[in-house]
Each structure stands twice: as C-alpha cells, then as structure tokens.
C-alpha cells in the first residue's frame, strides 16, 4: 500500500520534554510538510522540505524542529520551547514543493497532550 | 498572497437534502482550489481540485465545485446528503510559488 504514516496516534508528554512525531511516506515524495491544526483555525504550517537534507520554516515554526535525512522520513521534534504543544498534528506530502496544481496527501496525525 | 474564507463554521442538514458549503478566496495570481474532508481524529482526504480547466468539478462521494472568478468563490455541493458525510472540510487555495493556505474548516452535521 502506498501512502503516509504517522506515530503514535496518541502521545502524551510532561512539560519541559522533548517529543518527536514520525512521519514516513513511500509516495516517492519530494516536499514533505507539517501542519498543526487546532480547533477552529485550521491547518498552519509548522515546516516544509523539498528535498532531503533541505528544510524551512513555516508560519509557526517555533518551539518545532525537524529533520530530513531520507527522502521517505520528515521526523518533527515538539520543544519544550514550544509554549502550548497540545494540538493534532499533520504531516503530507506532495510530488513538488508547492505545485501550482499539486495535490498534498495527509497522514492520519497524531494527537499530542501535554499533561 | 492568497488567504481563503469559509463562511460557515457549521452547517447542519437532514439526510436525502442538499449540502452548501462557502468557500471565498483570495489569491494574486491564478490559483488552485482544493477541497479536502476530515472525520474525527483522521488525516485530510482531496474530495476534488480545480486547476484552470473545467469549472465545474466533480469530485468523490457526489461532490462537486464551482470555480466562480467574478465572485472569487469555489462552493462545495452535493445534492443528497448522507449520514456518512458528516465531518469537516476545509477548501484549500494555492498559488504558483505560494504556500497552500487553508480555510478555518466547516463542520457537517447531517441529522436522520
């Protein structure tokens, strides 16, 4: 089956810890991005990456980190910088970067609590 | 910059009526549209997207769009709701070198 992972489903963290959300796709993918949705705002873009080893800043890119070591994994690290990390998270993909008529496909997120 | 409006945050309907859900965007250039559905606790699902071809477009499940320049609205319809279309949807603008901007999300109700 092709298509995008995420784990855990649930993750629950203490304050002042750092967690790390996977997402693996075998889309064959280049871009691959996060997104934080909370309720009533939609998606806000956390990071996005082009290509392995290349990543950038999104609107809300705080207290995030992330990696891109291979073309199939966009790993994101939740800080303990990030001030209110309770959220549903998403991650996709896409054959490019931003295509003008690209379609990006969702993993099923993962729901961070921090308790 | 592009920025879309989704003008209800929750829209409630019966079973077997039609289903409207608003969508107005906001774009510089030419852009594309997206809708995509969520169910509780799932990832986003692509219902359907126009990208400057036909401007009526038909998507999964029934569903179909109507790109509207003059009015700068791409509005979801469907013209028999089901129980199983209930969940949120969010209509999605993106534009040539920008990033993809999502609407606020519309809730489906849909009652027996």
């Known amino acids: 089956d092709g298509g995008i992972t995420q784990s855990p489903k649930y993750l629950f963290r203490k304050e002042g810890q750092n967690v790390t959300l996977s997402c693996e796709q075998n889309?064959?993918?280049?871009?691959m991005y996060w997104y934080r949705q909370d309720p009533g705002q939609g998606l806000r873009l956390i990071y996005y990456s082009q290509i392995v080893n290349d990543f950038q800043k999104g609107d809300i890119a705080e207290g995030y980190s992330v990696s891109r070591e291979k073309k199939e994994s966009f790993p994101l690290t939740v800080t303990s910088a990030q001030k209110n990390p309770t959220a549903f998270y998403l991650c996709?993909?896409?054959?490019?970067?931003?295509?003008?008529?690209?379609?990006?496909?969702f993993g099923p997120g993962t729901r961070l609590t921090v308790l | 910059a592009q920025s879309v409006t989704q003008l209800d945050s929750h829209v409630s309907v019966s079973e077997g009526t039609p289903v409207l859900l608003r969508c107005n965007y906001s774009s510089s250039y030419s852009p594309s549209l997206f809708w995509y559905v969520q169910h509780p606790n799932k990832g986003l699902q692509l219902l359907l997207k126009y990208t400057s071809a036909a401007t009526l477009v038909k998507g999964i499940n029934g569903f179909e769009a109507e790109f509207k320049k003059s009015e700068t609205s791409f509005h979801l319809t469907k013209p028999s709701a089901h129980m199983s279309d209930a969940a949120e949807y969010f209509c999605?603008?993106?534009?040539?070198?920008?990033?993809?901007?999502f609407g606020a999300g519309t809730r489906l109700t849909v009652k027996p």
């Open positions: 999605v603008v993106s534009a040539l070198g920008g990033d993809m901007r």
């Open positions: 889309l064959n993918h280049d871009a």
């Open positions: 996709a993909s896409s054959i490019d970067l931003f295509g003008e008529t690209d379609t990006q496909y």
